[in-house]
């Protein structure tokens, strides 16, 4: 099994019939892992990165709805590739970043390399707050609510 998971969308178009028809859209990601440690996220990401995001648009994500974020290195830790001040794309399943909020970005990257989603869908985000790094999941993994700057230190090496 290849160390990177990605997470499946499938789209269900619901058409309501009443006078008129409308469409409306839901999202349902499948995940292959729910992480039950931060240390698990780390292992089944390429890239473990703070980031503030600058701008965000629209886009289709492997046939849903989503968005890709652009964001700037703000500390690369150990990577091998990305350095602080460099603009990474982030595909989201969820819209999950904000431009002008920092985050503690769990990565891997997608398959040309050159755009990166987030590890577990949303579950690789953590929003930088007074009190540290606060998670943004929206799913059921058992990953800490939040991440403090002595934590912090270890993940990024």
């Not at 409306?24 to 703070?50: G, N, P, W």
């Amino acid at each position: 099994l290849p160390r990177l998971r990605r997470a499946a969308a499938a789209v269900l178009v619901v058409v309501a019939l009443s006078g008129c028809a409308s469409t409306s859209t839901e999202v349902f990601v499948d995940r292959a892992t729910i992480y039950e440690s931060i240390d698990q996220l780390r292992d089944d990401s390429t890239d473990v990165v703070t980031a503030t995001a600058i701008s965000q648009r629209e886009a289709t994500v492997n046939g849903a709805p989503g968005a890709i974020t652009q964001l700037t290195v703000v500390d690369a830790g150990t990577s091998a590739t990305l350095a602080a001040d460099d603009t990474i794309a982030v595909s989201e399943y969820h819209a999950v970043l904000a431009a002008g909020e920092t985050y503690l970005l769990f990565l891997s990257r997608e398959g040309n390399g050159q755009v990166f989603y987030l590890t577990g869908a949303s579950a690789g985000s953590y929003l930088l707050t007074d009190d540290g790094y606060e998670w943004q999941g929206v799913d059921e993994d058992s990953l800490p609510a939040r991440i403090t700057d002595d934590e912090l230190g270890a993940l990024l090496g």
